[in-house]
């Protein structure tokens, strides 16, 4: 079946930087355009960013454009996000996504930023 399990979160200072991890199996990953999106306390869930298949294609939150990059790797299976000069906003779980029939969910990785 199809998992998702994310890693790489953490606990940084403002102004650092992590790199999350996916690692997918259960369905030919490099068919699937895969994305990451985050949920802080009481609020929703919002798109971080998606990227297509072959990785050519990216789509960022216009907010978040120039701090966080989107990567893949289809022979590990593996997508990744790098968030760079991380600010207390960006305090959430991020969780990863393949878009595939009703969409699938990974358990997600906390990521607090904190001084």
């Known amino acids: 079946q199809v998992q998702l399990v994310e890693s790489g979160g953490g606990v940084v200072q403002p102004g650092g930087s992590l790199r999350l991890s996916c690692a997918a199996s259960?369905?030919?990953?490099?068919?699937?355009?895969l994305g990451w999106h985050r949920q802080a306390p009481e609020k929703a869930r919002e798109l971080v960013a998606y990227?297509?298949?072959?990785?050519?294609?990216?789509n960022f939150a216009n907010s978040l454009k120039g701090r966080f990059t989107i990567s893949r790797d289809n022979a590990k299976n593996t997508v990744y996000l790098q968030l760079n000069n991380l600010k207390p906003e960006d305090t959430a779980t991020y969780y990863c996504?393949?878009?595939?029939?009703?969409?699938?969910w990974g358990q997600g990785t906390q990521v607090t930023v904190s001084s």
């Open positions: 259960g369905f030919t990953f490099s068919d699937i355009t």
């Open positions: 996504s393949a878009l595939i029939g009703p969409g699938y």
């Open positions: 990227i297509s298949n072959a990785g050519v294609s990216t």
